[in-house]
């Protein structure tokens, strides 16, 4: 239905969350054989992305998770299909880091939450399935846990900021003092 070169035993999913630009992070989740594998999930601090870029996010983040690949860490396992939550803009933006980097082996898809799109390298229009369709449930499933995985992350991240204090800056000042 998809047209992919590979059989998706190992299926990785992208996903950026942020509110208003800060505290950005991105997520990874895999699923191997369509069951979660939890032990393999990572988390993605975006450091170079000014502001609310999901396009910029997304190619950091996939410039250091291929990296890793490409060095041969073994925490980073090769995937067969690497689906980015988003459209055909965010397809696109990864598209470019893919060809940046050579890599022409794994399949690339992008799943746009409002209408289920699927969109595929090298075709303009998006491939929509029915809503009971099996493969568009494996998708849908993937794509919610990334987008989960990323929002936990992401609110963590906040929470931690929100409580900190600028006394937590001066050497010496432990948390007794600082309550007072």
């Known amino acids: 239905k998809l047209s992919l070169k590979n059989f998706p035993k190992r299926m990785e999913c992208y996903d ?63 995937p067969d299909l690497m689906i980015i939550d988003g459209g055909k803009g965010q397809l696109s933006s990864v598209l470019e880091i893919f060809r940046e980097k050579g890599i022409e082996d794994i399949d690339l898809i992008a799943l746009a939450e409002r209408e289920e799109e699927i969109f595929l390298v090298g075709k303009s229009e998006p491939v929509v399935l029915e809503k009971r369709d099996y493969c568009l449930k494996m998708l849908q499933r993937i794509r919610d846990e990334a987008h989960r995985f990323a929002i936990t992350y ?27």
Request: proline share 1%; aromatic share 6%.
């Open 16 to 78: 950026i969350s942020n509110v208003s630009g800060t505290d950005s992070v991105g997520s990874m989740v895999v699923f191997i054989n369509g069951v979660p594998e939890r032990t393999e999930y990572r988390r993605f601090k975006i450091k170079t992305v000014e502001g609310a870029n999901d396009y910029k996010s997304h190619q950091e983040m996939m410039k250091r998770r291929l990296d890793k690949l490409l060095e041969g860490d073994e925490k980073f396992s090769k």
């Open 154 to 180: 992401h609110r963590s991240l906040r929470s931690k900021r929100a409580l900190s204090s600028v006394l937590d800056g001066v050497l010496g000042l432990g948390k007794a003092k600082k309550k007072l």
